[in-house]
């Protein structure tokens, strides 16, 4: 079983910064993407950043220019540095991993980190 543990929410005021880790233990077959996903109060979730394993980063277009996403595959590992923060971004913030045993695909989802933005 895969486990997703992320950290470093919390509260911050608005343009200010944040860092959000994820670190991915267990069996991992063929790691297709690490990324996070959000969810703020009444709306549905939605995708932020995606690391594939190969290729380039895609954003949300509400996060472009203010999140970057990174990291290192051999330890599947991700960050999201949040930089120039909204209220708009105040949510439960979840990492992800998508995974393939064979053709089979599996989702893996972190426990979820609460980002609030004030202003």
């Known amino acids: 079983q895969v486990q997703l543990v992320s950290s470093g929410g919390g509260l911050v005021q608005a343009g200010g910064s944040l860092r959000l880790s994820c670190a991915a233990s267990?069996?991992?077959?063929?790691?297709?993407?690490m990324g996070w996903y959000r969810q703020a109060p009444g709306k549905q979730l939605e995708l932020v950043a995606v690391l594939p394993s190969s290729g380039s980063p895609n954003y949300a277009d509400s996060v472009v220019g203010r999140f970057t996403i990174s990291g290192d595959n051999a330890k599947h590992t991700i960050a999201l540095q949040m930089n120039n923060l909204k209220d708009e971004d105040t949510a439960v913030y979840y990492c992800?991993?998508?995974?393939?045993?064979?053709?089979?695909?599996?989702?893996?989802w972190g426990q979820g980190t609460q980002v609030t933005v004030s202003s």
């Open positions: 992800n991993l998508k995974d393939y045993y064979g053709s089979a695909p599996a989702t893996y």
């Open positions: 267990g069996t991992i077959f063929n790691m297709n993407s």
